[in-house]
């Protein structure tokens, strides 16, 4: 029997605004120096293919989905990238959710499932988090750019 969804969101690798930002000024640096670059010909081309490059990857990295949250009755599950394996976290072990900045840094690298420190994180672009206790002490942090609707999936799902 398959469950209905009460939550779903799509994370997508290249959308997150501070990457965005580097790549395009890298490549803004590349067709600069192309347009200076008058003399000496096989450099100016490198400098406009590198810029293409990048432009044409950034492109494509908008519509990569890094992962994908799903908010089930009982339980969230979390499906990344195409080797990624399928993340069950079930909410009957959950004692604590809040509501939290992922992170106090400007800059964050896309991470799925990352243990590091006794938590578990979830990211690919946004400032905020949903941060999920467990009865063993682990922390889930699951980054979203839709905070109060996936706190209110999770709270609906657990009740």
């Known amino acids: 029997m398959d469950q209905k969804p ?23 640096f590349c067709f600069i120096v ?18 293409s490059c990048i432009i044409f990857v950034s492109i494509i990295m908008m519509y990569l989905v890094n992962y994908k949250t799903v908010v089930l009755p009982n339980s969230i599950r979390l499906s990344g990238l195409w080797t990624t394996s399928l993340v069950k976290i079930d ?12 992170s106090k840094f400007i800059f964050n690298n896309s991470v799925y499932n990352l243990h590091k420190n006794g938590k578990i994180r979830f ?8 941060w999920l206790t467990d009865r063993e002490g682990l922390v ?15 709270e609906s799902a657990k009740s």
């Open 6 to 28: 009460l939550f779903i969101e799509r994370q997508y690798l290249g959308r997150d605004k501070g990457w965005i930002s580097v790549r395009l000024i890298l490549a803004l």
């Open 140 to 154: 889930y942090i699951i980054g979203t750019h839709k905070q109060e609707e996936l706190y209110k999936a999770i």
């Open 123 to 130: 990211y690919a672009g946004g400032g905020d988090a949903i």
């Open 34 to 51: 192309y347009y200076l670059n008058v003399d000496h010909l096989p450099s100016r081309q490198l400098f406009f293919i590198v810029g």
């Open 91 to 102: 909410l009957s072990s959950i004692i604590q959710v809040e509501k939290k900045p992922y």
